[in-house]
């Protein structure tokens, strides 16, 4: 098949060919002396296509990896969107498992940890979160049960530090009620959320007895 065009792009060069167009990066281009005006068995060609997408796709995996971790489903739509090809993705992914650059259960643990210990969210805040983030159900749950009692723990802080100027009058229910909407859109049950609040009263009785 004859080369009739290369065009450099940004990161790899268009190869054009006689009846298709391919992407092979500059290393490949010089290892295999493609050059316009030569003829290539279109085997080779497909087959530097392929390999080349595949050294851009994962140089660009590890490019975001270098910034921040990801979940599995996070990193595939991320190669998804840029490459639209679902067989080059998960080929991407496999390796990237492979090598430990993905791993869920590293992420969802380090993740969770993040939302329980910085953003003081409760179980339920926590499980939407890793959910949303693709993390399955089983190691989400696994993740849930390793910090309940964490969460819990720090329900009364976050009572008091986010909402403690509205709580100063024990029979304003209507108030009540606000402060146990906004503590359930962080992620705890109504029962722990409802004594927390009693507790903050019967202490700020305390306080001021």
Do not use: W
Request: hydrophobic letters at 30%; a neutral charge.
């Amino acid at each position: 098949m004859k080369i009739i065009q290369i065009t450099h792009k940004k990161t790899y060069y268009e190869v054009h060919a006689e009846n298709a167009v391919y992407e092979i990066d500059g290393e490949l281009l010089r290892q295999y002396h493609i050059q316009e005006g030569a003829n290539l068995n279109s085997d080779t060609l497909e087959e530097l296509h392929h390999k080349s997408r595949f050294r851009r796709a994962y140089r660009r995996a590890c490019y975001l990896l270098d910034d921040r971790d990801y979940s599995y489903c996070m990193m595939y739509q991320k190669l998804m969107h840029t490459y639209q090809d679902k067989t080059l993705c998960i080929k991407v992914m496999e390796q990237l498992v492979q090598c430990g650059a993905i791993n869920d259960k590293r992420y969802a643990q380090k993740f969770a940890e993040y939302l329980v210990e910085r953003k003081h969210y409760g179980s339920y805040r926590v499980r939407q979160e890793l959910l949303r983030k693709g993390i399955d159900k089983e190691l989400t749950e696994l993740c849930i049960q390793t910090l309940e009692e964490q969460s819990l723990e720090n329900l009364p802080e976050t009572l008091a530090k986010k909402y403690g100027s509205m709580l100063t009058d024990p029979q304003d229910f209507k108030t009540r009620e606000k402060v146990i909407a906004g503590m359930i859109r962080l992620g705890y049950d109504y029962h722990s959320i409802k004594n927390a609040v009693e507790e903050y009263f019967q202490n700020l009785q305390d306080e001021n007895s």
